[in-house]
């Protein structure tokens, strides 16, 4: 039994990490020969073997996803008096890197039936001063980067994927992360794959990817030693991190497959329950990094959820709108704030049993 932050035991959790691969010898190695901090083979390998399996030509390594879209995005050249456009519905670390960039995240309103940032809605939102357009693939959906490249290609934009939640989502035979002119993954321990903390900046742009990891080096010159041309940040990963982070990527597709596999069982359990639920459009691949559901109506889910942890299910509230929150107040956005409070992510790791599911759902509908 896993002990809750609230002190209940959590018999199901919302999350589990999986290390089923080659964490241990990889990370062994780390130890025997002494490569423990950021330089060393696994980095190395780790963002050629990424950028291979996303299908873009270049990589570097960050100490974590939000470090990962601050790069992104100064390697760009987003910076002061630039607005970027940013969905409502997200984790707030997508607009807090815009504002550690200098820039203004512009929140716009989101689909409320995917919950991925509406196209129309971005068009609505540019101004002479938009710079770049970040959609994000939530919680593990691809958002619709056909459309929304189109509209950036017609007004000059730059897209920066947020695919912190989205590692493996596909549309057609491209991966969520190779459409934009940059994309930025997370390893944090419950995203898809996990290097404890980590992230990944992957872009076509080599010469993005050359500033980003000069920028992630303390601005140092990779021919120069301690010469500094600009002033940079320490925002490295690890060897170590890396080492697992490579045995997680050897095992991604079998991990994706379990998450697909449980988020078809929820899929039966609820068809006929009234929900809304996460699905995916012809020709995509849904990660279901977590699996929601959906009142159609205006209801709070916090009964529901009270009534899981009574039973031992952990569950989690949807994010607040950011527009919602003190550093980011904005008026008028209607979607996010309607759908919010409606929603809440289940259970959702590979490896959940079809009982412990029926089980879930049982609780729910009951
Ligand atoms: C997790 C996450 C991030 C930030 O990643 P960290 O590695 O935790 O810094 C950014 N955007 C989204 C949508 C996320 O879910």
């Given amino acids: 039994m896993i002990t809750g932050k609230n002190g209940h035991g959590i018999r199901v959790p919302i999350f589990k990490t999986q290390f089923t691969g080659n964490e241990e010898k990889y990370v062994s190695e780390c130890i025997a020969t002494g490569w423990v901090s950021s330089a060393g083979e696994f980095v190395e390998r780790f963002e050629r073997e990424f950028a ?129 002119n940059a994309a930025i993954f997370s390893f944090y321990g419950n995203k898809i794959i996990t290097t404890g903390e980590g992230g990944m900046v992957v872009s076509n742009d080599g010469e993005a990817i050359n500033r980003a990891s000069l920028l992630k080096n303390h601005g140092m010159r990779k021919e120069k030693r301690y010469w500094h041309d600009v002033v940079g940040y320490n925002y490295r990963l690890t060897n170590v991190q890396a080492a697992i982070g490579l045995a997680q990527l050897e095992k991604i597709e079998e991990k994706i497959e379990l998450k697909r596999h449980v988020a078809k069982c929820y899929d039966r359990l609820f068809s006929s329950s009234g929900f809304i639920l996460p699905s995916e459009e012809n020709g995509t691949r849904n990660v279901y990094w977590l699996y929601w559901v959906m009142q159609a109506s205006d209801s709070d889910t916090g009964k529901i959820m009270e009534k899981l942890a009574s039973k031992g299910i952990e569950s989690r509230p949807f994010f607040y709108p950011l527009s919602t929150m003190p550093p980011f107040f904005r008026k008028g956005l209607k979607n996010s704030v309607n759908i919010y409070k409606r929603g809440l992510c289940l259970p959702s790791y590979g490896g959940l049993t079809e009982k412990q599911q029926e089980f879930i759902a049982s609780v729910i509908l009951h």
Avoid: Q
């Fill in 52 to 180: 291979k399996y996303i299908g873009v030509k270049y990589s570097t390594s960050a100490c974590n996803g939000t470090c990962a879209l601050h790069l992104a995005l100064l390697s760009l050249g987003v910076g002061r008096g630039d607005e970027v456009i940013v969905p409502d519905f997200t984790f707030a670390a997508t607009a807090s890197a815009v504002m550690h960039a200098g820039a203004k995240p512009v929140l716009v309103d989101i689909d409320p039936i995917t919950l991925n940032i509406d196209p129309v809605e971005i068009e609505k939102n540019i101004t002479k001063k938009t710079k770049a357009i970040i959609p994000v693939h939530l919680y593990g959906r691809p958002a619709p980067m056909e459309d929304i490249m189109e509209i950036a290609e017609r007004h000059g934009l730059l897209v920066i994927e947020d695919a912190a939640e989205a590692h493996g989502a596909m549309i057609g035979s491209m991966k969520v992360g190779s459409f934009g």
